[in-house]
Each structure stands twice: as structure tokens, then as C-alpha cells.
């Protein structure tokens, strides 16, 4: 059965997290090749896919593109966690030689998104601070590495987005505010605050101000509920998120990156379905 898609896509476009294989542990969705992936998730009603791959990948973009064309689907982010969780390389790691990898291996993430019109995001291979009491240094040299890869992505027209990601998983920029004050800070172009409903629900004082706070500066967001599972299966006030986005007109994707459970593929059906409740009353606004 054809699925009913949301009346202003340019306004709030929903995509599901996917990859080729991923273990029941990951917050990854449909699972499989990237274009039967698309299909997959045009048929559950989404208007994208997030995908998580390996820098190093072989794709057959065309045949990619033209999925996407026949389908009117985008690819909404490529994911470059696999980079460091498989290479244990970061962009402040003290070893030069991990560092020197993980800006190589970003500027081929790069090059794929400027193939596939998408951009990347940057959250895992922003790495862990070996010392807290030297926070000023890596801080900066997170900066200059980032300023390095807007270089490389200027002409390619491809965005960053740096996630803030929870305290038990990372121990620096764990707030929306932390990194929208850091990109100001150093003044980076071209790179933008990624919220995750998730980590948001640990760290943050109040959901709905930190996504006011980012303002223009909020490039994407992936929606999870408090137990990661589907949006409106844990306690999370969606409908004050969407209020949020909207009063800051929110123009960027809203990804389902959630657990698969009770599977994937049901997930994603229930998630959307959740959403586009909560979206309902915003579909007319322009």
C-alpha cells in the first residue's frame, strides 16, 4: 500500500537510519544494500535514508542516484563513526599518525557526500579527551582539524554536523550549547550543532531550550525516545520538540536512529507513524 508522504517535505523531512550490517545493540533501522535500503524506507513513508558506512566503501553511485531520482529520495547524512570505532583513530588523538588517518579518512567521507548531495556528520571521530586538564589544547586542535576539512568541503557543497553525544559515551560536548558556543568560538564555517533526542534527554537542562539556543546553528536531529527505542515508546515530550523546531523554523532532517526493536524494519514503521501525529498540526505552516 502506497504511504500517505508529509505535505511539506521542504519544511520536515523524516529519514531512518541504515546500514549494510549492523549487530541488535546498534540504534540502526533497515539494514542492507543502500538502494534497497531507499526502497525499503520510501515504502515505510520516509522521504530519506542516513547511512552508515565505511569510508573506504565500494558503491555504485549512479545506480544510488538513480534510485534516489526514481523514488524522490535523498540521502540525508552519511555516518563516519565506523572510522574511529573500527580504527580507533580521532581528530584530537595525541598520536599524529591517528589524526593524520582520521582527516584522510574524513575527506573521503567528504568526497562521498559531495557524490551522493548530502553531508556528514562528525560525532564518535571527534574522539575522547586523554587529559581534562589539557581541555584547551584539544579543544583547539579539534578546531584547527575541523577548519582543515571545511577547506576540503568549501567547493563540494558539504556541510558538517558535530553531534553532542551523552557523557557515559564521550566526556566533551555533551550539550547542544557546548557546541554551537565552540563553532562560535572558533569561528568555523560551514559546520553545524547535530542534537540527538537520546543524548538530549541525559544532559540537557531543558530539551526544548537547547534546540532555541542552537537556533540556525542546528543542522540536524535524530529523533530516539528516553529508552532509544521508537519515538513514543519511552517519556520524552515530542510534541515540545517539534513546538522547538518549529519557533526556530527548522528547515534540516529529522532522523529515526533508535534500537531495533521489537525489529528494524517495525520500528521504523511505528516511528514514523508516531512522528507524523506529532507533525500533524505543522504540515500547512510554511
Known sequence: MKQIRLENENKYKLSVSTADTAPDTAPLLLLGGICENLKKAYNAGYSAIEIHIRENVSLDYQKILDVCSELNMTISAVVTGRLNTQENVSLIDDDSNKVKAAMEGLE??????QVLKTDIII???KGVLPDRDKFNIYEKRLADNLKTLVNHASDKNVK??????????TN???KGREIKDFIEKYEIPNVFV??????MNIEEENMSDAIRYCGN???YIHFADSNREYPGSGHIDFKSIIKALDDI???GYIAVECLPKPTGEEAARIAIKNIKEVLNPYLSVN
Open 172 to 174: 566533551y560536548l555533551n
Open 249 to 251: 523554523n527548522y528547515n
Open 217 to 219: 546553528k542546528l543542522g
Open 108 to 113: 573521503k567521507y567528504i568526497d562521498i557526500a
Open 123 to 125: 560525532g564518535w571521530i
Open 194 to 199: 547535530h542534537l540527538d533526542t537520546f543524548h
Open 160 to 169: 558538517l554536523f558535530v553531534e553532542a553525544i551523552n557523557r557515559y559515551e
